[in-house]
């Protein structure tokens, strides 16, 4: 077993990325000519092998990081403890990096245990996912699975980016009641609560779109435009806020726009008044 940590993944600087790599080898007195072997093997998986006659400060961030990693994988633990280990780097890097991580735990094999609060590299990182509130497991599944079937309100605000929103109804006559009655349609779960109980919708911003089923209209309060897509908040009459997130290639909906996006029923998340998905 291996831990390895934002904190800790730092070379030692009089040695060469060579010596580093080899350190934990020569400190077990392995023979030199696996030693040269084995980091060679590494120093190639984490793509360094031009770069072991450098000291760590003639290295990028990046470099740096596949540093460690080689320097940890060389003994081939059983297991390898990841604790932030992106937390220090920017954000070209953290992507660069995840991806690499990713692909050398997957070619080596080795199981590896991620601590992270970014979902991103949860869900990209990761077969399974443990979402801890206040110490408590809440839920333990695959990233899809995650996202698609929350056990409550936390884990499904937790992932998603843009995040989901929450819009307050209740059940009446065995209908979906929003904005007072405005809106209806029919409960899309087998089983229903009762008449009058108090629910939360939650709608993810790419499932809120034009040309859904049941419509929401509002009114468009933020637009932010980020290239390849378009984030657009919807402010609902009653002061509510939706997102959707539309790919830019069909044109920016300027704000103060009315729209009469919507969802379709099956793409809902509802909840109890107690957090937990129905």
């Not at 990081?65 to 280990?85: C, F, H, M, N, S």
């Not at 937390?87 to 690499?100: I, T």
């Not at 990209?124 to 996912?129: A, Q, V």
């Not at 300027?254 to 909840?271: A, C, R």
């Amino acid at each position: 077993m291996l831990g390895l940590s934002s904190n800790r993944m730092r070379s030692i600087p009089h040695m060469s990325v060579f010596e580093n790599i080899a350190f934990p080898l020569t400190v077990r007195k392995e023979n030199k000519n696996t030693i040269r072997d084995k980091v060679d093997e590494i120093a190639e998986l984490v793509h360094i092998g031009e770069l072991l006659q450098r000291r760590p400060e003639q290295l990028s961030g990046g470099q740096q990081q596949r540093v460690a990693l080689a320097r940890a994988l060389v003994r081939k633990p059983g297991i390898l403890l990841l604790d932030e280990p992106l937390a220090n780097l920017d954000a070209k890097l953290r992507l660069e990096m995840r991806s690499e991580i990713r692909r050398i735990q997957l070619e080596t094999g080795i199981s590896a245990v991620l601590v992270t609060h970014d979902q991103v590299e949860a869900m990209s990182m990761s077969d399974r996912i443990a979402i801890m509130k206040e110490g408590e497991i809440l839920q333990v599944a695959s990233p899809t699975e995650m996202y698609q079937q929350p056990v409550n309100d936390f884990v499904a605000g937790f992932l998603g980016n843009p995040p989901i929103a929450f819009l307050d109804a209740q059940v009446k006559n065995g209908k979906i009641d929003v904005l007072n009655g405005k809106i209806q349609f029919d409960f899309p779960r087998n089983t229903k609560p009762s008449n009058g109980t108090k629910i939360r919708l939650g709608i993810r911003p790419e499932h809120y779109q034009p040309n859904n089923t049941i419509q929401i209209p509002g009114n468009i309060s933020f637009v932010e435009t980020q290239g390849r897509e378009n984030l657009y908040d919807v402010q609902l009459e009653d002061g509510s806020i939706l997102r959707s997130i539309q790919s830019s290639a069909v044109g920016t909906i300027e704000k103060n726009s009315q729209v009469g996006w919507g969802v379709q029923p099956d793409q809902l998340l509802i909840f109890d008044q107690a957090g937990n998905c129905i």
